[in-house]
């Protein structure tokens, strides 16, 4: 009993606030002209900082998706996208017949064609992700390369079908391009002095 009537009653406690040691209190007038206690830090006051900022980017990653591709571009897409069709069909008929044939030993030529050519099939999904991301260049060099390896490997047929589409690809890339700005003609040399 004795030790609550030396602490003053529940109502004063809750009042009663502990400021931190390293902080000091100062008095304020507010607008109706009461004073309180406002509390000072001795901590520096750190200003505000911005957050990082990147450079400027694009809007949305896909906002080229909604811009309309060359017609050089949709023609390429659409043979590269045939000649993977056909790549897979038949790869499809030469891993079948190769191994309804593999028992002679003969199966060995059309299995390794018909993988070559479910690789063309899939190398040709990637060409036209390129085509897609307008990475036109890269598409071209790859469209090269599974040109050759489809004339080699894939058939006559996605051969021909790939060296079209890679003769298409010069005039995109040449309507893609920015312009080159015009140059000067050189201007002709001061006489020598006499």
């Known amino acids: 009993m004795e030790e609550n009537s030396e602490n003053s009653s529940p109502k004063e406690e809750e009042n009663i606030v ?3 040691q390293s902080q000091e209190t100062q008095p304020v007038v507010n607008n109706q002209g009461e004073e ?8 520096p006051v750190q200003e505000y900082q911005q957050p990082y900022q990147q450079t400027y980017q694009q809007p949305y990653p896909g906002y080229q998706q909604h ?4 017609p050089e571009a949709k023609s390429i897409m659409d043979l590269v996208r045939i000649t993977g069709i056909i790549s897979l069909i038949f ?5 079948i017949s190769g191994i309804a044939t593999l028992l002679f ?7 390794i064609f018909g993988i070559f050519d479910l690789v063309i ?8 992700g390129l085509m897609e991301q307008r990475r036109y260049g890269d598409a071209r060099d790859k469209t090269l ?25 010069d005039p995109l890339l040449r309507a893609t391009q920015p312009p080159q700005p015009p140059q000067q003609p050189p ?3 001061p006489p020598p002095p006499s």
Do not use: D
């Open 105 to 111: 030993f003969v199966g060995i030529v059309p299995l």
């Open 187 to 189: 201007q002709a040399l």
């Open 145 to 169: 390369l599974w040109m050759i390896l489809g004339f080699i490997f894939g058939g006559l047929l996605p051969g021909i079908l790939l060296l079209v589409a890679f003769l298409k690809f």
């Open 91 to 95: 790869g499809i008929i030469l891993l």
């Open 36 to 43: 309180q206690i406002q509390q000072v830090s001795q901590q």
């Open 18 to 20: 502990e400021l931190p």
């Open 121 to 128: 099939w899939m190398k040709c999904k990637e060409i036209n």
């Open 67 to 70: 811009m309309p591709y060359p």
